[in-house]
Structures are given as structure tokens and as C-alpha cells.
């Protein structure tokens, strides 16, 4: 069983800050890509950022030179630092892994619960 678990959403005002994170646990024997999506009320999910094991990263249009998306390989974890805040961030915020449970099994792809961030003023 594996486990993603987001932290760190909340309220804050336009041009703020925040900082979520993620952290996989339970059997994982690698994880591949990892991801942040979001999910705002009324629309369907977006990808935000996603990277590679190795480091590469991409980001949405709407989120570039305003989000950055980093992991921990020796951790499983992976953080998103969110600056400059606008109120058309609010959304629920997923984290997405890519894993392996054991060396010769297949990927899958697992999501946590959601963290809720609001910006407004």
C-alpha cells in the first residue's frame, strides 16, 4: 500500500505565499515522475508542475516564473513553492506520483487527498 500525502494549503492574500508538499510512503521501490495538479470549482483538473526523477521540470503557462516544483529522491518527497498568489490559484491542489512497488512490477499512478489553497484578500 502506498500513501500520498499532501500538507500546507490554506488562505492567503493575493501576492503571498505558500508552500505545499507531498510526501509517498509504504512500499515504493522507485518513483518515477511526480506532479501537482489542481482542480478548481467548476473546472476540471489541471496539471500544474511535474518532475522527472532525474530533476526536468514543466509547468503550466499560467504558473511559470511564479511556481517552482523540487523533490527528495532519498525522501519521496516533493514540495511546490507558490509565489505571487492569485485568486484564480484557489483550487484543491493533488499530488501525483508514478511508482513502482517492487523492481520488475509495472508503474502505477497514485494521487492524495487534496490540500485546499484560497487566495483572497
Known amino acids: 500500500q502506498v500513501q500520498l500525502v499532501e500538507s500546507g494549503g490554506g488562505l492567503v492574500q493575493p501576492g503571498g505565499s505558500l508552500r505545499l508538499s507531498c510526501a509517498a510512503s509504504g512500499s515504493i521501490f522507485s518513483i518515477a515522475s511526480m506532479s501537482w495538479y489542481r482542480q478548481a470549482p467548476g473546472k476540471q483538473r489541471e496539471l500544474v508542475a511535474v518532475i522527472a526523477s532525474g530533476g526536468n521540470t514543466n509547468y503550466a503557462n499560467s504558473v511559470k516564473g511564479r511556481f517552482t516544483i523540487s523533490r527528495d529522491n532519498a525522501k519521496n518527497t516533493m514540495d511546490l513553492q507558490m509565489n505571487s498568489l492569485k485568486p484564480e490559484d484557489t483550487a484543491v491542489y493533488y499530488c501525483?506520483?508514478?511508482?513502482?512497488?517492487?523492481?520488475?512490477?509495472?508503474?502505477?499512478?497514485?494521487w492524495g487527498q487534496g490540500t485546499q489553497v484560497t487566495v483572497s484578500s
Open positions: 501525483n506520483a508514478n511508482f513502482k512497488m517492487h523492481s520488475s512490477s509495472r508503474y502505477i499512478t497514485g
